[in-house]
Every structure is written in structure tokens, then in C-alpha cells.
């Protein structure tokens, strides 16, 4: 009986051991599982591709990165293809051939972007105007040989930029313009837009987190595994002379983020140097006394890069204004390095003591 008890007892302790081993194998791999998934999360990856005339460049959290990145930068270049005035056969190209004549068919993503850009037009007063090209094509900084164009050719196109003269019907959705010889040019709201492409498409990919710069605009996605903000550095808009690129910093949780300047396109002739930031009142580049401004919208990308076309022409003041009105904060750099920051802006730190903080 005694014999029979301990060879009951070895059997339990074997299968003891058996089960044990089960478990912590068991453990063991779901230790794995979990490590693996955090390094998934974890794991980054640096891309930069080319859209919308700009270099974009990405920086993307979590598993499947380069897919992800891949169809971020596609859902960029198919906006491109729908709002750009140079791309033949886009919405606005074929709208812009049948200025005068032609209600058209047009995607609801340019509908919607053409409304926003006749609500701050709206608002601005016209100095920002959609329907701009006729003049802006007078100013082209993309020539070998730059000419700017004299008053008496600006006077004769002016007539030709009215937004309310821009008719969209979002419902349709469709567009026209009501007089030959009109165009609408959208480079002050596309590479924001574009960011408004890039981050539903990370949300679209399941990513864990990203961040897409367009240009001048940027856009982020999600929270970065270590938990920290994302930080967008503010450029020094006298960078070439002064040797540092970097004015500031600014940490977001979320949103976006544009900056229109007037050191970003510039020629000069007959020593006088002229920029691409055109008041569509008068015809020529703006001269206000402001340099730089920077807007932060939490919720559209394509708003942010209007907004900052908009108060950049508008001035500090006028400028400020109509960033209230949308619910957008901001950052205005004057000619004598003045920083001005708006009450509401997430955070922003100044690193150059060649500029001072104003209220």
C-alpha cells in the first residue's frame, strides 16, 4: 500500500513538473507576444519623398512604417492631381479652361477646399483671393530671367481676380467662375491640405503615430510611444545672414501646424528684391512689416496654411484678428525681430536672442 503511495506521489510530482513547464513556456511566449508588439510600437521609421512641388518628409511610428509612409505620400500626389492649376485635367485646371462658360463636376475634397478658401477671402477682405493666378502668373518666380511686371500690366488683370466671382456648389459637387480670363491658383492651401491627406491616411493605415512635413506645413498623428509632445521648430527667417536656422520650438499634442513667409520664395531685380506673398487689392507682394507667420489649427491642415497666407497679408494686427475667428493660434515675426505669440498657442520656446518675445 505504502509502495503504491509513493509511486502515486512520483507520478504527481512528474506531472507536476509537466504542467509547470507548460506555464512558464506559456509565459514565456507571451512575453515574447508582448515585447514584440512594443517593439512594433516603438519601432521608426524616417522617410522623404516629393509632392505638391516640395519635398515631404515623414517620420512614422508602429508596424507596416513604409506602407504606411508609401500611402501617405500617394494620398498627397492624388490632392496634387485634383488642385493643382499646372497639373493638366485636375478640378481646377479644367475649371479654370472653362472660366466664363462651364459649370463642372469636381471632386468634394476641392469643393470643400475652394469654400474655405471663399470663407477666409471673405473675411480677409480679398488682400487673400483664390482666384489670384491671373496675377500671380505676372509674378513668376520660377522664370530663368525674373521681370516683374509693371503697374500698368498689374492694372490690367486685376480686374480678372474676384472671388466672388468663384461659385461652388458643395452639394454637387461643382464649380465655375463667372468670367473668361479668370483662374483660381490653390498654393496657399494645398500643402496644408496635404497634411490633412497625410494624417487620415496614418489614422487609414494603423500606425501608432506619425508626422508628415509638406512644405511649409505639418501635420501629426497619434501619440509618440515615449508619451513626449511632438516638437516643430520655427525657422529664422534671417537664417542666411545670421548662420542659425532655428528661431523656436514649439510642442504640440495634436493639429497642425503652417508657416508662410516672406523669405520663402524671393527674386531680385534692379536691386530690389521681391517676394512671392501677393496682396490680391493691389497686385504686388505685401509690405506690412511682418516677415514670418506661423499657425497652429488643432483640427485642419488646410486651414492652417490659408490662415497663414491670409493674417501674413492682412498685418499683426488685422492678422491676429482673423486668426480668432477661426479659432487658430499664432506667431508673427516682424522686420525688427519682434516675436509675437498668441494667448492660446500650445507652447512655444525662443532659442535666439537676436529676437525678443513682444505682447
Known amino acids: ?24 513556456a506559456v509565459l514565456l511566449l507571451a512575453i515574447v507576444l508582448v515585447w514584440s508588439r512594443i517593439s512594433e510600437r516603438n519601432s521608426r521609421l524616417e522617410t522623404t519623398g516629393y509632392a505638391m512641388g516640395s519635398l515631404m ?14 500611402a501617405a505620400l500617394q494620398a498627397v500626389t492624388e490632392l496634387e492631381n485634383l488642385i493643382s492649376w499646372r497639373v493638366e485635367d485636375s478640378d481646377v485646371a479644367r475649371m479654370n479652361d472653362e472660366a466664363g462658360s462651364e459649370w463642372i463636376t469636381v471632386d468634394e475634397k476641392t469643393s470643400s477646399l475652394l469654400a474655405l478658401c471663399l470663407d477666409v477671402a471673405e473675411k ?10 491671373p496675377i500671380s502668373k505676372l509674378w513668376n518666380f520660377d522664370e530663368d530671367v525674373f521681370t516683374p511686371p509693371t503697374q500698368e500690366t498689374i492694372d490690367e488683370f486685376l480686374p480678372y481676380v474676384n472671388y466672388e466671382d468663384l461659385r461652388v456648389k458643395e452639394e454637387e459637387p461643382s464649380a465655375s467662375l463667372k468670367y473668361h480670363y479668370m483662374g483660381v491658383d490653390l498654393g ?4 496644408g491640405a496635404g497634411c490633412d ?17 509638406v512644405g511649409g506645413s505639418v501635420g501629426v498623428y497619434g501619440t509618440k510611444p515615449d508619451g513626449t509632445l511632438w516638437s516643430i521648430t520655427v525657422r529664422n527667417p534671417y537664417s542666411a545672414g545670421d548662420g542659425e536656422e532655428i528661431l523656436g520650438v514649439m510642442e504640440i499634442a495634436e493639429g497642425f501646424v503652417s508657416t508662410s513667409g516672406s523669405y520663402e520664395k524671393t527674386r531680385e531685380a534692379d536691386g530690389v528684391t521681391y517676394h ?19 499657425v497652429y489649427s488643432k483640427d485642419s491642415g488646410a486651414l492652417s496654411d490659408v490662415l497663414a497666407t491670409a493674417a501674413f497679408l492682412l498685418g499683426l494686427e488685422d492678422g491676429q484678428a482673423l486668426l480668432e475667428a477661426y479659432g487658430a493660434e499664432g506667431i508673427f515675426i516682424t522686420e525688427g525681430r519682434a516675436v509675437i505669440v498668441t494667448d492660446g498657442f500650445p507652447s512655444f520656446s525662443l532659442t535666439l536672442d537676436s529676437f525678443e518675445l513682444a505682447g
Not at 505504502?2 to 506555464?23: D, E, N, W
Not at 496657399?188 to 500643402?191: F, I, L, P
Not at 491627406?197 to 512635413?213: D, K
Request: aromatic letters at 6%; zero cysteines; a positive charge.
Open 188 to 191: 496657399s492651401a494645398g500643402k
Open 124 to 133: 480677409s477682405g480679398g488682400v487673400f483671393d483664390p482666384t489670384v493666378l
Open 1 to 24: 500500500m505504502r509502495s503504491f503511495i509513493r509511486k502515486l506521489t512520483l507520478r504527481q510530482q512528474k506531472r507536476l513538473s509537466l504542467i509547470l513547464a507548460v506555464v512558464l
Open 276 to 294: 512671392h506673398l501677393i496682396n490680391a487689392d493691389t497686385g504686388w507682394p505685401e509690405n506690412n512689416g511682418l516677415v514670418s507667420v506661423t
Open 57 to 70: 518628409q515623414q517620420t512614422v511610428y508602429g508596424p507596416n512604417g513604409q506602407e504606411a509612409s508609401d
Open 197 to 213: 491627406e497625410a494624417v487620415a491616411s496614418y489614422a487609414a493605415s494603423g500606425v501608432s503615430a506619425a508626422i508628415a512635413a
